[in-house]
Structures are given as C-alpha cells and as structure tokens.
Nanobody, 118 residues
Framework: VQLQASGGGLVQAGGSLRLSCEAS????????VGWYRQAPGKERELAAT???????NYADSVKGRFTISRNNPENTVYLQMNSLKPEDTAVYYC?????????????WGQGTEVTVSS
C-alpha cells in the first residue's frame, strides 16, 4: 500500500497541527495505521497507532495531547496534535501493517517534518 503523509510545518509551542496519511487502498483492510517519529539525533519512536478495531495506542509522551483517528471513506488516518512542545519536533512517518500471502507486511510513507519553536 502506498501512503501519502502531509500536514507538517512550523508551529509555536502550545499550538496545534493535524497530520494526514492517505492510503492507496481501503484502510479498513489494514490491520494498523499509525505514526512513528524521529527527532534529530534520536532513534525512531512510535507515536500513535489506530487498529482495525479502532483501538488506539499512544506513546506516554503524547498521551492526552495527540489523537489518532481513521476516516474509512477517505482512506485517511489523522493525527491531531495539540499542546505541542519543542520536544515534539521530529520527522513524522506514517506506516501501515497488513497481511498478504507472504505474511505480515509493513509499508511506510514519506516523512513530514514538524518543528515546534519555543
């Protein structure tokens, strides 16, 4: 599946951004869709995931501030980011997990950069 990420930008601390991840196929057929992020000089970390069941999972660092949701008719997953902090500065990567004939497959979208100024 191809994933198109968008919505990054520059925002002041305390502000909000909404990231979008549009899939090339029905997201209802994907087991999980979410976002990883990678800050400069740091390892990539999982930020948020939404599952087919619509259950969600968040990194402790973003709980209460970020909300992930899926819009099946639009084949799009959104990450609403509120109360942004400078430490949220990172490149955010959309990913999707699904099962094909060869087993579990993980696809990645291109990154979208988020910069939070203090």
């Amino acid at each position: 599946v191809q994933l198109q990420a968008s919505g990054g930008g520059l925002v002041q601390a305390g502000g909000s951004l909404r990231l979008s991840c549009e899939a090339s196929r029905r997201i209802a057929s994907l087991n999980a869709v979410g976002w990883y992020r990678q800050a400069p000089g740091k390892e990539r970390e999982l930020a948020a995931t939404v599952y087919t069941s619509r259950n969600t999972n968040y990194a402790d660092s973003v709980k209460g501030r970020f909300t992930i949701s899926r819009n099946n008719p639009e084949n799009t997953v959104y990450l609403q980011m509120n109360s942004l902090k400078p430490e949220d500065t990172a490149v955010y990567y959309c990913y999707a997990v699904w099962f094909g004939v060869s087993g579990r497959i993980t696809d990645w979208g291109q990154g979208t950069e988020v910069t939070v100024s203090s």
